[in-house]
């Protein structure tokens, strides 16, 4: 009944299976294969930006460049072949990314700096964890995004009110130590305030009058109780998802004694000794 | 029987809607104009402190700055008059804002260099989460304001304790190192000990002799322990209230007092005995 | 039947009630003044070693300590006096602590330089909340010291393991970057990973190397675990302690269900409804 | 019934009580004369690397090395003896650090430098806990270390977004900043990027243009978010070792099925369903 399939869609189905597959050999290998060329491609071009190396190797390594970006040239073209929904592909995150990846270096024929935006490709590698397949990693992932998700809103608000804090400060900073100091303007003021207030505190601008030391240690006392707060969403965030998703659960609800917290393996209601049914 | 309202009333009336109120077309409008304007002139107060900038465009600046500031005076004057008791308003939070974001630029007819207080603007910005009124956003904020409350004291108490020990490493310091090092008095060598308890760490001044660098050392990982304290107590005080709202929640209201916050799994109010009926 | 006092002792007894008592107008007067001193000296202390102050002020400065060192003298030895048990107090923490106030100064006769260790003076401020006595602040000082009690053995294991961690990292930065970029010895490449795990980063030492900076980086990436585990140790003692001092707790134990964890404030067994009786 | 034990034996039962014991007296000297030497030998080579010191006393300092290196030596022989499965210690993990501790000062003799490597001897110092033994200390480590490897795969992931993020970053910043600023490369880029994202901030690369600085901000408060996800993950992991040991205690073993962890609550084994015995 099937009608037998033409040359082209054997080939079709090979590829997908090859290309979006990992569970068979040659689609795995292919997997393993992509992300070398790919930790190799980030490594070249960092490689290329290096002083020494540029001078020597620069035709070298716009070979090898030119080479890889041909083969992933070719695996877009055969991405978008291969699938049934080929703009959903396109339009999709790793389908921009793979795009991205490969667009610089084409460019980078016109306009002869881009090529160094051919970085993105490390983007690239945001598939590992899809292509190692690793239960363990892909759950403690979701954990990680879903606390995240729901401390995006905390951190947004507290954000929000660091900036305003960290404008008045500069301006105060400006009008205290003055371009002596390196305070050259305001805004060179919220870099530093900003520098001094996230504890990274580079040194390139620092107070050097009593008063600015004696303002610039405020903020810093200040600073303390400023980064113990996303810390403290962020946490309160993992206590909550990974006390909700691990060994003390609500969801064996004794149906005698309604005793809701049990642990997750638990038999038996330890409240009244009835046996619980797992839903 | 209602008098007619006077012509003023009715401007009144309309101002204070328009003014005070978001849920109006026109009132939403002033106050997504209001928050651009206020935006703007921040950039502009901060743009002419920029060498470059101020150089060629100060005049346009200034001029600039003059036609918000009007602006702003009549909002100030206008808000008076709409609202009912003026007074109030005047001496409210907002109000000493309002008034503060327009003073400087007049003070700076008399004394030239005030006009760079008109960065307290940006304290206007505060108004931000009121206008927009985002459900979410406004319930994060006051759970992180709650939590802040909450460790407002242990805070205190850490910080006395922190400004004690600055002063004697301090003045420690200022002893072994001396002025070679950079540490030219006691107050230089708080400043110091500030910089590195709060682990910003500058490095515009730093231990040179191996003592030095050695009680720098213990200080240091002091720091670490230290540094641990205001992030222990706000992620405490979070922990607690996003637990609070969790595992504890105010769903199942008691019929007979009214009694809101019980425990996900009570069966009866815990303030009258009363069986509680869950929703 | 009681011998009248004889005056010595009544003047003994006055003298504790000022000298030792808050609870009177003049032993809290007392207080205030002696806190008064206390700021006073150090602030002294402190200012005579910026430059521009001592070589102008110096004599005024001193004859200032001196009489507040004799102050304090008179006030150390009616302490003595006063009380019943001498010995007690002298070997007290704060006995220790008052004398230590007035010794460098006497030293100072003899030794020029050791007056400046009258800044321990300080350390007499730890009275601070013992004489304003706010129930609410003493409280939460003791919740603070509990908890830093309680995670004292965790943090020992915790800076034992980074020492060791440490040592063998500034070996390893002497060997690869040596003494051009300022490793100039294994204890200052020790000194440079201890400012680098603590996320200080003075910046007076840093890799000039590409190999150094790779294997600074990699001490970075472990400095962020290393940086959170007293924050995890902290945190977790705080929100152990503050769970149990708060809200929830397991004293009223109910009589009929035997239900152990209800609100403070619970009236009645959420699990029962029977009446809780308080202990 | 028993052969008489041969003279040989009777030494070797005796050094292995000595060596591996820490019960008897001797076995007790013998570990904490073993603590003192290696750390009087790791000072020894540290002190070497100081320039003053290694001018003067070079020779003295090398002889004590040998001699702490034939002691470490025939300890190691002697231990090797001791025990009955030789094998086992010598690719245990303590086997092979006491080899390691010895080996470089033999190979300084053919390669001179090596001798430095002896640094590692410092890791001997890990059987400090096991040879004080004290319980307290011990279970301690125990909840780090389980705490640790609980939070190891979410810090894995956590990282690898971090090094992606630290290479766009530092490759960005490349090509914004320049040469100029010290970004020399991609590579210098990334260390940058991880210096600031870290919090250390060495200050030896930092941005100089406005668009740097602004970048540079923005990297900084991602920075914060950043550096609250692994105390986030930690402190969980603590607060829930420490609540399981708490709340949940293993305090009421089920006489029927020996399950040993049950809440402090339980009535019931949640395993098998008998009553427990509150001891």
Redesign the interface.
Known sequence: MTTPKSKYEVFREQTKIILYGTNTFWGRMFDLVLLGLILLS?IL???D???GINNKYHSQLLICEWIITVFFSIEYILRIIAIQKPLRYVFSFYGIIDLLAILPMYMSIFFPATN?LT??R??R??R??KILHIP??SH??F??KE??QASK????????F???SA??IG?LM??VEGRESGF?????G??WA???L???????I?P?T?LG??L??LV??M???I??????????????S??RS???S?KNTCKKC??????D???????????LQKT
């Open positions: 980030v071009v960092m490689l930006t290096v002083e160094i970085i993105v490390i983007l590698f945001l590992l964890f363990q990693i403690q992932s954990q990680l606390a995240l809103e905390k951190i947004l608000v507290f954000i929000y660091v900036i305003i404008v008045i301006a400006y009008v050259t303007s305001i805004p060179v919220i870099y900003i520098v001094t996230t504890t990274v505190g580079y040194g390139d620092s050097a009593p030391q004696f610039a240690s810093m006392i600073g303390y109780g980064i113990a707060v996303p810390t403290g969403i962020v946490t309160a965030e993992f206590a909550k990974s006390l691990n060994a003390v609500t309604n005793a809701q917290v049990h642990f393996s638990a038999k038996y209601c330890h409240e009244c000794g009835t046996e």
